[in-house]
């Protein structure tokens, strides 16, 4: 063999190896990253409940509405209020609104948020401590993403690893993973993992950013480096022959 058929399977070689690493590294790259299943923002809700029972008479806001901690949502009327008046038990001062004439009471927001829902419109009977309505607390948005992993992938989940959220309207924001959970099903990791996002907060109010939005989440696993999915498909060949 000459030389330059020599030189020419050198080069031959180095060729094939740097397409077999070249390979190799984007199979590893593509592991780094895993796509939901399924994802959505959500936020923290409270209800808002009634201190006497009685019938809603004026409903004073809507779902989406924003609120802030003190504000009124509905007005009951209460015959067990106007007696509890009547016998001193409980003074006008002590609840919010009172009408003494009326036998009416409001029931307002305890804390700063938008309206989820309205449980009781007008004319329904409320129970005492039944709820009036539920509130999306301000500043609490976050997205539940669930993800199906293997095992290894499982592993590689951590907290405050990066997230990539894509929003209806195809724009895409940061966040990180702040909390995991996991139930195992036929040897597949189901995780929900809960992300934060300041972009989420800073934009609370618009009309994407609300509970309910369905995004697609893009999670950064670990990485293990460049022939770390290499390895692993040679152990997995390597278990198979029971070595």
Request: net charge negative; glycine share 10%; charged share 20%.
């Amino acid at each position: 063999m000459t030389w330059a058929s020599r030189l020419k399977l050198l080069a031959g070689l180095v060729v094939v190896l740097a397409v077999v690493a070249g390979c190799t590294i984007v199979f590893t790259q593509r592991q780094n990253a895993v796509q939901s299943a399924t994802a959505a923002i959500e936020a923290e809700t409270l209800t808002v409940g009634a201190v006497y029972p009685g019938t809603v008479v004026d409903q004073l806001v809507q779902p989406g509405d924003t609120v802030a901690a003190g504000d009124p949502i509905v007005v009951v009327r209460s015959a067990q209020l106007v007696r509890d008046l009547e016998e001193e038990v409980i003074t006008a001062g002590e609840l919010d609104g009172v009408d003494v004439d009326a036998g009416t009471y409001r029931i307002v927001a305890t804390v700063d948020g938008t309206v989820d829902t309205v449980d009781t419109p007008v004319g329904d009977f409320i129970t005492g401590g039944g709820t009036a309505a539920t509130i999306a607390r301000a500043g609490s948005l976050t997205v539940a993403a669930q993800f199906v992993l293997s095992p290894r992938d499982y592993g590689r989940v951590a907290t405050g690893a990066a997230v990539d959220l894509l929003l209806p309207d195809d724009d895409t924001i940061a966040g990180h993973v702040s909390k995991i959970e996991v139930e195992t099903v036929d040897g597949q990791a189901k995780a929900t993992v809960t992300v934060a996002s300041d972009a989420l907060t800073a934009g609370a109010g618009s009309a994407l950013l609300q509970p309910g939005t369905p995004v697609r989440a893009t999670l950064q696993l670990a990485d293990d480096g460049p022939l770390a999915g290499a390895g692993d498909a040679l152990r997995d060949f390597l278990r198979r022959l029971g070595l």
